[in-house]
């Protein structure tokens, strides 16, 4: 099966001179804050799905026919898990070979990545919802209110 490669942004040919002032802006560039704050950002959206996934995983062990094989299971989660916990702060490197695919976001819910997921349940998540029955506490008026309330307009 034949996979296209992912076309790079930067095509440009650097020569020993260009890559010692890269080497100089990348001083620079990683004392602004908004470089920090996306590496921030980047390690907390990481570990927000490490962590959905480590919940994930665990639900999937209460199962009682998995019960058997929990050990097992851990030890190959954890051998993973622990592949893909290292944080990596970007770098120039990175940013240099960054691809065409990275400037285009797109929805989840997009209808071509929708296009294999749809399912028998599907429609009925798409049915019509009931009606609003309100019962939100800031429109929630007590008891004692509510007679005093009357009270006051008689």
């Known amino acids: 099966m034949f996979v296209e490669r992912p076309k790079p942004v930067f095509t440009?040919?650097?020569d020993p001179?260009?890559?010692r002032i890269v080497d100089k802006i990348k001083t620079i560039f990683f004392q602004f804050p908004i470089v920090e704050e996306t590496a921030q950002s980047c390690r907390s959206r990481t570990l927000l799905l490490l962590k959905r996934l480590d919940v994930t995983v665990n639900s999937f062990l209460w199962c009682e026919r998995i019960k058997s094989r929990e050990s097992e299971i851990r030890r190959?989660?954890?051998e993973?898990?622990?592949a893909m916990s290292h944080v990596i702060a970007p770098d120039i490197a990175s940013l240099l070979a960054a691809s065409h695919d990275l400037l285009r976001v797109e929805q989840a819910s997009s209808a071509r990545l929708?296009?294999?997921t749809r399912s028998?349940?599907?429609?009925?998540?798409?049915?019509?919802?009931?009606?609003?029955r309100g019962g939100r506490t800031n429109e929630m008026i007590g008891d004692i209110a509510m007679e005093q309330a009357?009270?006051?307009?008689?």
């Open 12 to 14: 440009a040919k650097m």
């Open 17 to 19: 001179k260009q890559w």
């Open 76 to 78: 190959l989660f954890a």
């Open 80 to 82: 993973k898990r622990n």
């Open 114 to 116: 929708r296009k294999n």
């Open 120 to 132: 028998k349940v599907h429609p009925l998540a798409l049915a019509e919802r009931p009606t609003d």
């Open 150 to 154: 009357c009270e006051t307009k008689i």
